[in-house]
Each structure stands twice: as structure tokens, then as C-alpha cells.
T-cell receptor
Framework: AQSVTQLDSHVSVSEGTPVLLRCNYSSSYSPSLFWYVQHPNKGLQLLLKYTSAATLVKGINGFEAEFKKSETSFHLTKPSAHMSDAAEYFCVVSPLFMDTGRRALTFGSGTRLQVQP | KAGVTQTPRYLIKTRGQQVTLSCSPISGHRSVSWYQQTPGQGLQFLFEYFSETQRNKGNFPGRFSGRQFSNSRSEMNVSTLELGDSALYLC?????????????FGPGTRLTVL
């Protein structure tokens, strides 16, 4: 079975300061991991994905995430927050193999990022 | 290239009614998945369709159903609506199941059940 835990439901940072959104996962198999962002009244947009290549993954808008197998973590970071980064962020796990034949993205509960001017 | 489109964007229904939501995937994408998003339960997988066949189904009651047409457009139907069905329903498309992880989401349909 797989699950995702986003450790913070809300994160508030000042514009220009670093962003850290934490995510821990559990998966029975080698997972693919993703971060999606959702702006108000919008659908989800893929920020970045990890699929067993490089452990440091670079995404759009300056975001990156590091896959740490020993810590079962996939934290999202950005060196300098921008006002437009204010949104909800979802960490997602999807196993590469499933013996049940069912395949579905498993979403974390989300972290709402606020960016203060 | 146009993105995933969902219609309608907003819908208000009353308990006991039924509703049909529509999703048009990105051109060339043949796999469509549906998700329900609520404040309490978060994002939950409903079902996935490919080549007009339901491939996977989440843990939802039989009141939730869907189908896919030969042009890959998909509809989902909820019968006998309950207050708890109020949610944002998101559709996502991907090229095919082998690229399942490359999902592109539509803006969603916000359903309110009164």
C-alpha cells in the first residue's frame, strides 16, 4: 500500500525568502513521486516528478525536490518565494507496479502556501 | 494545444437529482481519470477510462458511474445526489496508460448539492 503525508497544512513565508514544503511517503514498491500546485478555482498543474532517475528533480517556476529513499521524503523547495507562488501544493505518489492491477495517484492532504509581502 | 476542458464549470442541484459532467481530454490523449476533491476527504480517485473501457475504479458507491466515447471524451454521472456529493470534480487526461503518470488536469466542475 502507498500513502503520502504532508507534514504541514499551512506554511507562511515572506516574499523573497526560501520555501520548504515537507512530504513523506510510504510505498510497497518503487514509487514515482510528484508535486502538483493548485491555484484558487483552477485545476492541478504538475510542478515536477521523480521517476527513479536523478534524486534532485528540478521543476517549473524555480521549484525543486529531492528524493531521499532512506528518509522516505520528497520535500519541495524554492530559494526565493514570489507572491504568485501562493497556492495549495499536493505531494503525490504512484507506484511503478501494482499487483492488484489498480493504479491511481494517491494525493497528500495538501499544504497551503501563503506568501506575505 | 488546448488543455483539458470540463463542462459545466459550476452546477447546483438538489438532493435526489442526478447530474452528468463532461470532460474533453487533450487532443491525442486516450486515457481519462476522474477525481473528487472535498475539504474533508481531499483528492480521491473515482475511475479511469481508456479505449471506452473502465480500467480502474476507486472506492465510491455505485451511484457514481462514467463512460468514455470513441473520441476519448468522457462523462461521469452521479445519481440520487446527496449533500456529501458537493465537491470539485476534476478530470485528468494522459496519452495512454503507459504514460499514466503524465496526467494533465482540467479546471474542474464545482457541484453544489442543496
Amino acid at each position: 500500500a502507498q500513502s503520502v503525508t504532508q507534514l504541514d497544512s499551512h506554511v507562511s513565508v515572506s516574499e523573497g525568502t526560501p520555501v520548504l514544503l515537507r512530504c513523506n511517503y510510504s510505498s510497497s514498491y518503487s514509487p514515482s513521486l510528484f508535486w502538483y500546485v493548485q491555484h484558487p478555482n483552477k485545476g492541478l498543474q504538475l510542478l515536477l516528478k521523480y521517476t527513479s532517475a536523478a534524486t534532485l528533480v528540478k521543476g517549473i517556476n524555480g521549484f525543486e525536490a529531492e528524493f531521499k529513499k532512506s528518509e522516505t521524503s520528497f520535500h519541495l523547495t524554492k530559494p526565493s518565494a514570489h507572491m504568485s507562488d501562493a497556492a495549495e501544493y499536493f505531494c503525490v505518489v504512484s507506484p511503478l507496479f501494482m499487483d492488484t492491477g489498480r493504479r491511481a495517484l494517491t494525493f497528500g492532504s495538501g499544504t497551503r502556501l501563503q506568501v506575505q509581502p | 494545444k488546448a488543455g483539458v476542458t470540463q463542462t459545466p464549470r459550476y452546477l447546483i442541484k438538489t438532493r435526489g437529482q442526478q447530474v452528468t459532467l463532461s470532460c474533453s481530454p487533450i487532443s491525442g490523449h486516450r486515457s481519462v481519470s476522474w477525481y473528487q476533491q472535498t475539504p474533508g476527504q481531499g483528492l480521491q480517485f473515482l475511475f479511469e477510462y481508456f479505449s471506452e473501457t473502465q480500467r480502474n475504479k476507486g472506492n465510491f458507491p455505485g451511484r457514481f458511474s462514467g463512460r468514455q466515447f470513441s473520441n476519448s471524451r468522457s462523462e461521469m454521472n452521479v445519481s440520487t445526489l446527496e449533500l456529501g456529493d458537493s465537491a470539485l470534480y476534476l478530470c485528468a487526461s494522459s496519452r495512454d496508460p503507459s504514460s499514466y503518470n503524465e496526467q494533465f488536469f482540467g479546471p474542474g466542475t464545482r457541484l453544489t448539492v442543496l
